[in-house]
């Protein structure tokens, strides 16, 4: 039974370029979620998807988009790349319904240079 | 923004020895869970505990919840050198009926066990 598996695992993008990363959910899971993680600090909440529509969104702008497909697969899109965009990318899934343990992917380190 | 706050923010202890890790949160919560992470890699889910638990034990791991000081703490008993991780504390404060919401974690008790 596989996990939550991301794409790429690593991916260098210069400043206002566009970037698209890649999730497939744990089998049985429905519901992803994408985290933000800076470099020494811990994940934060970018937004949540569940029969293919956000739910719910955490402070980021308009630039960071995503989709989730019918499969219950996702992308997150991040448009006019920043420096400060460089961080660990983390995929999550959860059942919607039942329990809210999260399964985490192994993430994607992106760098914008 | 960051709700749960580790303390401390590392910690350097002997294979053996136990370790404690704790959690401070702000606001009212349905669960808090903590979760591990080798060198800057995803994050494995540890333990689950919910808003009416004081305790819960896991293995080598025991939590506390302590909701009247909005805090937490998590113990490893008898150390081991694969312990050396970053562990976060993560609470689930919002519930819409349909499912979990996104987790609101802290910033990390980096631990690192010597051999």
């Known amino acids: 039974d596989a996990g939550v598996t991301q794409s790429p695992t690593h991916l260098i993008k210069t400043r206002g370029q566009q970037v698209t990363l890649r999730c497939s959910p744990k089998?049985?899971?429905?519901?992803v979620s994408w985290y933000q993680q800076a470099l020494g600090q811990g994940p934060q909440f970018i937004f949540q998807?569940?029969?293919?529509?956000?739910?719910q969104r955490g402070n980021f702008p308009d630039r960071f988009s995503g989709h989730q497909f019918p499969n219950y697969s996702s992308e997150l899109n991040v448009n006019a790349l920043l420096l400060g965009d460089s961080a660990l990318y983390l995929c999550?899934?959860?059942?919607?319904?039942?329990?809210?343990?999260?399964?985490f992917g192994q993430g994607t380190r992106l760098t914008v240079v | 923004s960051q709700q749960g706050e580790e303390d401390p923010q590392a910690l350097s202890i002997q294979e053996g020895e136990n370790a404690t890790m704790n959690c401070s949160y702000k606001?009212?919560?349905?669960?808090l869970q903590w979760y591990r992470q080798n060198s800057g890699r995803g994050l494995v889910h540890l333990i689950l505990?919910?808003?009416?638990?004081r305790e819960k034990h896991s293995g080598r791991l025991r939590v506390t919840l302590d909701t009247s000081k909005k805090s937490s703490s998590l113990l490893i008993t008898a150390s081991r050198a694969a312990d050396t991780a970053s562990y976060f504390c993560?609470?689930?404060?919002?519930?819409?009926?349909?499912?979990?919401?996104?987790?609101?974690f802290g910033k990390g008790t980096h631990l690192i066990i010597q051999p």
């Open positions: 999550a899934s959860t059942r919607a319904r039942g329990s809210t343990e999260a399964f």
């Open positions: 089998s049985g899971h429905d519901t």
């Open positions: 998807y569940y029969e293919e529509e956000e739910r």
């Open positions: 606001t009212s919560i349905n669960n």
């Open positions: 505990i919910r808003s009416n638990e």
């Open positions: 993560a609470t689930d404060d919002r519930y819409s009926g349909g499912g979990a919401d996104g987790l609101t």
